[in-house]
């Protein structure tokens, strides 16, 4: 049997016992610390990826919205074009209908007894001028023209008596606005201007 004997000194055999201990905790922590390290690497690089796919998609998806907002603004402006021409169109029309009723209604709105010599129109207001047998039936006229859904505020401007062939006429001018739309439509027009005449 072989006896060992130890001739270092025992402390020093622990001492180094421990070294070694602590040598294989430090490599064990450093290996555990780079096992953290590269699971968080990899955590944190997947999750940039993840974002960089979202940011990638929500780019996308705004160049898709602008590119409908573009559209949207192409067909609203292509809707403006037409709602435009619309206007046009149903203003021809109704210009087109109102001169029918104009013509109409002064046929219609004329009293026996009266003649019509001239008709001026500027815009909206129509100059008429003709011959009476009386100053009665001037009345009557500018009451029908008055009562007259296409016409309102008509207004004598001049009147004047002459004797032709010892027959007493009387020479007007009166002035009276049309409408676009009967007064059913639009309603009663404000009637401001009263009734005046200028009698030579």
């Known amino acids: 049997m ?3 004997i130890n001739l270092r000194d025992w402390r020093q055999e622990r001492r180094k016992k421990r070294k070694e201990r602590f040598a294989a905790s430090m490599g064990l922590g450093v290996l555990v610390a780079a096992v953290v390290v590269g699971i968080a690497y990899m955590a944190v690089d997947s999750q940039l990826n993840n974002q960089n796919a979202r940011n990638t998609y929500l780019r996308q998806q705004i160049q898709e919205m602008d590119q409908k907002i573009k559209e949207i603004q192409e067909l609203e ?13 149903e203003s ?22 009266v003649n019509i010599t001239s008709l001026k129109q500027a815009g909206p207001m ?8 009386s100053n009665g039936r001037i009345s009557t006229y500018m009451k029908n023209l008055d009562a007259s ?3 309102e505020n008509p207004r004598l401007v ?3 008596s002459n004797e032709k062939d010892r027959r007493r006429k009387s020479e007007f001018q009166l002035q009276v606005k049309t409408l676009t739309k009967p007064k059913s ?3 009663t027009a404000d009637s ?7 009698i030579e």
């Open 92 to 113: 021809l029309q109704a210009s087109r209908s109102a001169g029918v009723h104009f013509f109409d209604e002064i046929v219609n709105t004329l009293p026996e007894g």
């Open 149 to 151: 859904i296409w016409f």
């Open 185 to 187: 439509a639009t309603g």
């Open 126 to 133: 129509v100059t008429i001028d003709g011959v009476a047998d």
């Open 77 to 89: 402006r292509v809707r403006s074009n037409l709602l435009a021409r619309m206007r046009v169109i």
């Open 2 to 4: 072989t006896t060992h």
């Open 158 to 160: 001049v009147i004047k």
């Open 192 to 198: 401001d201007d009263s009734e005046q005449g200028v």
